[in-house]
Structure formats: structure tokens, C-alpha cells
């Protein structure tokens, strides 16, 4: 059964990741080539979880070949009714802010990090 998920929480997108999925990079170097972030609002489908020094991480696609690596309190479970409608604007909502695209790190996705790794 699948679960659909939609994004609430950016700063728990781990964008540095050198995940690979099925040829596909789970990273920000992926999503630079089609202009996307995965901000808040965007839904998903978890297809897998990885294991990393913060925990489980979800690896949820977002597009055909955009797969986001998230810790779990970073999304919610929706009905695949919200999701079915809310996916074609995944690339409207997901749209890259000039910021993000030149960012060479996430600031809040550090921050989040740092938080976890000293137990906040």
C-alpha cells in the first residue's frame, strides 16, 4: 500500500545526501536541473527509508525523477485523493527561489542538523 505525504516541514529536507535511487542522485544537484526545491506544501510517495546518523530518513518521489530524502517530521500523511490533486503543482509549488539555487547549503537544513546532533 502506498503512502502519500506532502512536505511541512523544509528544514528536515536533507539536501545533501549522495543518495542514489535507481540512477537517480536524491540530492540537490538533481533538482537544480529542473529548477526545484521540495518546499513546503510539495506531496509525495514514500518509496523507501535509509538510515543515516540522524535516523530514519523517507525517501519520497516528488516528480519522475525527483526523489527527496526527509526526516519523518518533515511530512504528513494525506489521502491519495489530496495527493492525486495536488501533484500537478508539485513543480509550481517546488519552484526554486534564486537563493536556494546558488545556496551552496541549506541554512535551515544545518540548523536542523546541528539541533539533532546536540539532542534539541
Not at 9 to 17: I, L, Q
Not at 40 to 65: M, N, P, R
Not at 71 to 78: A, C
Amino acid at each position: 500500500m502506498e503512502t502519500f505525504v506532502k512536505i511541512i516541514n523544509s528544514a528536515k529536507v536533507r539536501s545533501n545526501s549522495d543518495l542514489v535511487i535507481s540512477g537517480i542522485q536524491a540530492n540537490k544537484n538533481a533538482w537544480n536541473e529542473y529548477t526545484f526545491y521540495p518546499n513546503k506544501g510539495v506531496v509525495g510517495v514514500i518509496i523507501g527509508e535509509a538510515q543515516s546518523f540522524e535516523g530514519t530518513i523517507f525517501l519520497v518521489q516528488c516528480g519522475d525523477k525527483i526523489i527527496v530524502p526527509i526526516l519523518p517530521d518533515g511530512v504528513r500523511e494525506i489521502t491519495y485523493s489530496e495527493f492525486s490533486s495536488r501533484y500537478p503543482q508539485n513543480m509550481q509549488v517546488g519552484k526554486t527561489s534564486s537563493q536556494q539555487m546558488n545556496s551552496a547549503f541549506d541554512v535551515d537544513e544545518m540548523m536542523d542538523s546541528f539541533g539533532k546532533m546536540l539532542g534539541f
